[in-house]
């Protein structure tokens, strides 16, 4: 590894799944404008490009958006740094820029513009500080890491303790910042970012496995459902069973496998949960993590089946929580907020 090198942050969409880290690649949209490495390397070139392509776009955000495309194109060198946060499986991909951009027509996710990476890890969020995920929840497509550059450089090469020395200054760093609007969509969305890092970390370091079955029961309790957790010797491979009726006689009774980790589940870890099922017997498996794909393709095809991940966990904690009792409350405080419900810019 370099010295001293530049660490990027770069953010994609939920939908695009695993394929940038199957494909070797990250990668920016702006569709209508075609192939971008066709525009001339300059920033007014950009911005003249990206008003005509997109004529309703406001004019605070087109320097900010023309300095993502010429910063993705004409900044980034061979041997960068790249740090991806995933919004599918909620995992900070760390890698190292190849130094090659291109366009790429036929992109399934119309991110047409990719920079080839040779990808050195992948890991929970848990495992980094809350102020360095803030970082790295920039609501810019392209952003510096600067803060804690060595935070995410230390993930990939243990040897890396201490402060690096701080970059040059970037002149147009003022230009790049987002407009109003586009700054309070951030903030709301960065809010809600902050409440799922915090529940689910206080549930990794809160609680062992089986006490995070006990608070799974509890919740389903919460949503109207009778629930007991089963035996630890003997759960074979079913953690809770809940069901709708007091005595628990009538289907459909559920049967819950429930994993306090934030690594990805796979199909095999469903599959025993599926060969517990009866006649009448639905499946339901919750983690804090994300599942992979064969797992996700699982589900789809059996309809028994139901996935929980971290995110969607989260949501049932908060649609829950005035529910909870008094000791949940408590390894969980929170406060209700406005934020406001803008459209995504």
Same mark, same amino acid.
């Given at each position: 590894?370099?010295?001293?090198?530049?660490?990027?942050?770069?953010?994609?969409?939920a939908?695009?799944?695993?394929r940038?880290?199957?494909?070797?690649?990250?990668g920016?949209?702006?569709?209508?404008?075609?192939?971008?490495?066709?525009?001339?390397?300059?920033?007014?070139?950009?911005?003249?490009?990206?008003?005509?392509?997109?004529?309703?776009?406001?004019?605070?955000?087109?320097?900010?958006?023309?300095?993502?495309?010429?910063?993705?194109?004409?900044e980034?060198?061979?041997?960068?740094?790249?740090?991806?946060?995933?919004?599918a499986?909620?995992?900070?991909?760390?890698?190292?820029?190849?130094?090659?951009?291109?366009?790429?027509?036929?992109?399934p996710?119309?991110?047409?513009?990719?920079?080839?990476?040779?990808?050195?890890?992948?890991?929970?969020?848990?495992?980094?500080?809350?102020? !360095?995920l803030?970082?790295?929840?920039?609501?810019?497509?392209? %952003?510096? #890491? &600067? *803060?804690?550059? +060595? =935070?995410?450089? $230390?993930?990939?090469?243990?040897?890396?303790?201490?402060?690096?020395?701080?970059?040059?200054?970037?002149?147009?760093?003022?230009?790049?910042t987002?407009?109003?609007?586009t700054?309070?969509?951030? !903030?709301?969305?960065?809010?809600?970012?902050?409440t799922?890092? %915090?529940? #689910? &970390? *206080?549930l990794? +370091? =809160?609680?062992? $496995?089986?006490?995070?079955?006990?608070?799974?029961?509890?919740?389903?309790?919460?949503?109207?459902?009778t629930?007991?957790?089963?035996?630890?010797?003997?759960?074979?491979?079913v953690?809770?069973? !809940?069901?709708?009726?007091?005595?628990?006689?009538?289907?459909?009774?559920?049967?819950?496998?429930?994993?306090?980790?934030?690594?990805?589940?796979?199909?095999?870890?469903?599959?025993?949960?599926?060969?517990?099922?009866g006649?009448?017997?639905?499946?339901?498996?919750?983690?804090?993590?994300?599942?992979?794909?064969p797992?996700?393709?699982?589900?789809?095809?059996?309809?028994k089946?139901?996935?929980?991940?971290?995110?969607?966990?989260?949501?049932?904690?908060?649609?829950?929580?005035?529910?909870?009792?008094?000791?949940?409350?408590?390894?969980?405080?929170?406060?209700q907020?406005?934020?406001?419900?803008?459209?995504?810019?």
């Amino acid at each position: 590894m370099a010295n001293n090198p530049t660490v990027w942050g770069v953010h994609m969409g939920a939908h695009v799944g695993d394929r940038p880290i199957d494909g070797g690649y990250v990668g920016i949209g702006w569709d209508k404008m075609g192939d971008l490495t066709q525009i001339a390397p300059d920033r007014e070139a950009f911005k003249a490009a990206l008003a005509v392509a997109y004529p309703d776009k406001k004019a605070g955000a087109i320097p900010v958006d023309a300095g993502s495309m010429f910063k993705f194109l004409h900044e980034i060198k061979a041997g960068d740094i790249v740090v991806y946060p995933s919004k599918a499986d909620r995992m900070v991909n760390i890698g190292r820029f190849k130094g090659s951009a291109e366009y790429v027509a036929n992109d399934p996710d119309d991110y047409l513009t990719h920079q080839h990476v040779e990808w050195l890890g992948h890991f929970p969020r848990n495992e980094f500080s809350q102020s !360095a995920l803030n970082e790295i929840g920039s609501f810019l497509t392209m %952003f510096r #890491i &600067k *803060r804690h550059k +060595t =935070e995410f450089l $230390g993930k990939i090469d243990p040897s890396i303790k201490t402060s690096l020395p701080s970059i040059a200054a970037d002149p147009y760093e003022a230009e790049d910042t987002t407009d109003d609007d586009t700054a309070t969509v951030a !903030a709301s969305l960065q809010a809600e970012a902050n409440t799922s890092d %915090f529940v #689910i &970390k *206080r549930l990794m +370091t =809160e609680l062992t $496995g089986h006490q995070f079955e006990d608070f799974m029961a509890h919740l389903l309790e919460c949503m109207g459902y009778t629930a007991r957790v089963t035996p630890k010797s003997s759960d074979g491979g079913v953690d809770v069973i !809940a069901h709708m009726d007091a005595l628990g006689l009538q289907p459909p009774i559920i049967k819950v496998q429930c994993k306090r980790i934030t690594s990805p589940i796979g199909i095999a870890e469903v599959n025993q949960l599926l060969g517990t099922l009866g006649e009448g017997e639905f499946g339901l498996f919750v983690c804090l993590g994300s599942y992979t794909r064969p797992a996700i393709e699982l589900e789809r095809n059996r309809s028994k089946l139901r996935l929980i991940d971290g995110e969607q966990f989260v949501e049932m904690v908060l649609e829950n929580y005035g529910k909870l009792s008094p000791r949940y409350r408590t390894l969980l405080p929170l406060k209700q907020i406005y934020v406001p419900d803008l459209p995504k810019v």
